[in-house]
């Protein structure tokens, strides 16, 4: 059976649990790993312009010893050129995974649907799974208190969050969301969220004032206002004034508090240059984190 990743909610628990030892294990042993993928090639396929993720997946790629090939969507052109079923289906032949970074959500399912390798979710609309593995590392390195964490997300419910959110819950650490009303989070989630909460015992806060939900935090997270295909949405970025994380809004939480950010950060919008360059940052050990929490995905999906 093969083990793609599309979505937090679409891993077992055993599924988790192992990439998320793997991952422990793969960034304080390293050399342990280095020929695990020798003779893998992996493709990346990105719709969408990356820094992280095209970079975190190919360093750790090659650091596990295999090989990376990208496919540009203006030479393939999906569902245009060839329907994206031929696509998976013939380049299943020739790889061993494939990462998709795509504007719909959709997109990835079809193509794991026929494809035959593991497809990797690198980036959707919808989902962003990789990101919040890597989230979980850094959340668990960071709080000295392993048995009471919250961790409070602050700003849009987007993708990140919806993501954020399942693995949290289902590792049980707390959640608390601050949105305004017109950006909660998708209530699809919301809904899984709770479910996993209740297995873990953790808990599930979604409010609007972001000094509330930072009052207990552990960490404060944050995104930018507007995603990346976003900008003709017309989401107003005054909405989302009060929900800057700022050296007033971090002093509404716990003294030893962390704080996280996806990137890439619009400095001075969703948070200020004095909270990103701060002893509590940890946004770049987050960063270097995917890397990790990837390089665990690929191992469990063909070792």
């Given at each position: ?22 991952a422990?294990?793969?960034k ?13 090639t ?24 295999g ?5 540009a ?38 193509v ?15 989902s ?21 964490i ?9 993708n ?19 949105t ?5 989070p ?51 970025p ?10 007033a809004l971090?002093?509404?939480?716990k ?29 770049f ?6 890397m ?5 995905v ?6």
């Open positions: 059976m093969k083990k793609s990743l599309l979505t937090i909610s679409n891993l077992s628990d055993g599924s988790l649990d192992k990439i998320i030892e793997l422990h294990d793969v304080a042993n390293p050399a342990k790993y280095h020929d695990s993928l020798r003779r893998k992996i493709g990346l396929i990105f719709e969408k312009p990356s820094t992280r993720t095209r970079v975190s997946f190919s360093a750790g790629i090659c650091q596990l010893g090989d990376v090939f990208e496919l969507p203006s030479q393939i052109e999906p569902g245009k050129r060839e329907s994206l079923k031929d696509i998976a289906r013939t380049i299943s032949r020739y790889l061993d995974a494939l990462v998709l970074r795509t504007h719909s959500h959709a997109t990835i399912e079809e794991d649907d026929y494809a035959t390798i593991p497809v990797i979710n690198g980036l959707s609309d919808m962003h799974p990789c990101q919040a593995l890597a989230d979980y590392l850094t959340v668990v390195e960071h709080c000295k208190d392993k048995e009471n919250t961790v409070a997300y602050v700003g849009d419910g987007n990140v969050l919806s993501s954020l959110m399942l693995v949290m819950l289902r590792k049980g650490i707390n959640v608390s969301v601050a305004p009303a017109a950006y909660a998708d209530p699809e989630f919301v809904e899984l969220g709770k479910k996993f909460a209740a297995q873990s015992g953790a808990q599930l806060s979604i409010m609007i004032d972001p000094k509330e939900a930072v009052k207990n935090a552990d960490i404060i997270y944050t995104d930018v206002w507007i995603s990346m295909g976003e900008e003709e949405t017309g989401k107003d005054k909405d989302f004034a009060p929900y800057q994380i700022n050296a971090v002093a509404c939480a003294p030893e508090v962390k704080v996280m950010h996806c990137l890439p950060a619009h400095r001075g919008e969703e948070i200020t240059d004095e909270v990103m360059e701060a002893p509590y940052s940890v946004v050990d987050q960063a270097e984190n995917r990790h929490a990837q390089k665990a690929l191992l469990h999906a063909l070792t």
